[in-house]
């Protein structure tokens, strides 16, 4: 069932703004276990158990994936878009898409100019910019692409999970998909247990436009001690230098991270813990980036 859970979490699309259909999976689930549930006005669902205990504890992970939103439909039916979020344009030429329609999803493949096509040295040597590329939908003119998309709409890659080896799993929205089931699953886990502590477990929205639903949610709850569960980078596969990056490895436990916006007390008691009940997890330091981001 928890297998299930993530795969339809994944499967479920959450551009940042768009974020009402995941969140529609998210209740579901934690209506179960939760003893008491709620989604504010920002869209943020908040599951408590024991909430009015003390102290209070906050366990937060954002719902809501990179995409993108149609800017414009042109005369031959062809998409143009601007971005949800960060992406690296290099990886985008050819992903399959969704349109995510007001009718229907709509599929779409996202193109540029052919390699073929490109004249000079400086067309080649060109990194491509988000508005050098469109989606290609396979309407034969504007009116058979409006019947079907609006400006605004949003879009994502081909929503799919699929298993590798080594029990890996890979899909377009793990980052946070995974942070969001992480912590309804501590929900799930913890759920008739007794405890004194109030413990509240939120799928945030609009991390990825600023951090946004984090923010209200945790002025809303207040809470004593806040958990952010989110993903980072594993640096064990080629063309890293680890003196850079230091080391994140695959299947060897979670990753608790120590910096200035990691609070020095919280960090011992998870660490300890987890020695104590030979939990395996890595430790890594807070980027530069991300402390940019944590106050941005």
Not at 231 to 239: C, G, N, Q, R
Request: negative net charge; glycine residues 8%.
């Amino acid at each position: 069932a928890s297998l299930n859970f993530l795969k339809t979490l994944i499967e479920t699309p959450s551009p940042s703004g768009y974020e009402a259909p995941i969140q529609n999976v998210t209740r579901k689930w934690a209506k179960q276990y939760a003893d008491s549930i709620e989604t504010d006005v920002h869209g943020n669902v908040i599951a408590a158990l024991n909430p009015e205990g003390h102290p209070s504890l906050m366990f937060a992970g954002h719902c809501d994936q990179i995409g993108f939103m149609v800017q414009h439909i042109d005369d031959n039916g062809f998409l143009r878009f601007n971005p949800i979020g960060g992406h690296d344009v290099m990886v985008l030429i050819g992903q399959n898409v969704t349109v995510w329609g007001t009718q229907t999803p709509v599929p779409g493949v996202i193109a540029r100019k052919p390699i073929h096509l490109l004249h000079g040295e400086d067309e080649l040597k060109k990194v491509p910019r988000i508005n050098d590329l469109w989606i290609d939908i396979g309407a034969k003119s504007k009116k058979e692409a409006s019947d079907l998309i609006e400006v605004g709409d949003a879009i994502t890659f081909g929503l799919s999970m699929t298993m590798l080896q080594n029990n890996t799993v890979v899909g377009p929205a793990m980052d946070n998909k995974v942070g969001v089931w992480a912590v309804m699953e501590a929900l799930r886990l913890l759920s008739g247990r007794k405890f004194d502590a109030a413990i509240f477990f939120v799928s945030t929205v609009q991390e990825e436009v600023g951090l946004r639903g984090a923010t209200t949610s945790s002025y809303s709850i207040a809470p004593d001690a806040g958990l952010a569960v989110d993903v980072t980078f594993a640096t064990d596969h080629p063309d890293i230098d680890h003196k850079l990056t230091g080391e994140v490895h695959l299947h060897k436990g979670p990753v608790i991270y120590r910096g200035p916006n990691i609070n020095p007390r919280i960090y011992e008691i998870l660490s300890t813990v987890a020695k104590s009940k030979k939990i395996p997890f890595e430790m890594a330091k807070q980027s530069k980036r991300q402390e940019i981001a944590a106050f941005q």
